[in-house]
């Protein structure tokens, strides 16, 4: 069982950056594929970002694509995201989720996920 808790977000800015972290707890989310996805107010949940169990691989949406950065610390059992240069449309709020996944694969659905954080609310004004 592994237990996800996200923190970084807040009421920014358009421009401005932010970083998400998400810490596991209960067993090391080494060998886990990790992502963050999002969901709007009124929208589907959308994955933002993904990454291989030892970071060497990343996906990012078309959306964030060059603005933001996925990275991860196993030994700090610790996913990162930085977000840069904030628009309004990506005010969601942002869960963290993991599958084990010891390969180099990335999971960017979904129903591929397992393990979720409950969220940080993440505003951006214009």
């Known amino acids: 069982q592994v237990r996800l808790v996200e923190s970084g977000g807040g009421l920014v800015q358009a421009g401005d950056s932010l970083r998400l972290s998400c810490v596991g707890s209960?067993?090391?989310?080494?060998?886990?594929?990790m992502a963050w996805f999002r969901q709007a107010p009124g929208k589907e949940r959308e994955v933002v970002a993904a990454?291989?169990?030892?970071?060497?691989?990343?996906y990012y949406s078309d959306s964030v694509e060059g603005r933001f950065t996925v990275s991860r610390d196993n030994a700090k059992n610790t996913l990162f995201l930085q977000m840069n240069s904030l628009k309004p449309e990506d005010t969601a709020v942002y869960y963290c989720?993991?599958?084990?996944?010891?390969?180099?694969?990335?999971?960017?659905?979904?129903?591929?996920?397992?393990?979720w954080g409950q969220g940080t609310q993440v505003t951006v004004s214009s």
């Open positions: 989720a993991a599958i084990w996944r010891a390969d180099d694969t990335i999971p960017i659905a979904t129903n591929d996920y397992r393990y």
């Open positions: 209960g067993q090391s989310i080494r060998t886990y594929a």
């Open positions: 990454v291989t169990w030892i970071g060497q691989k990343t």
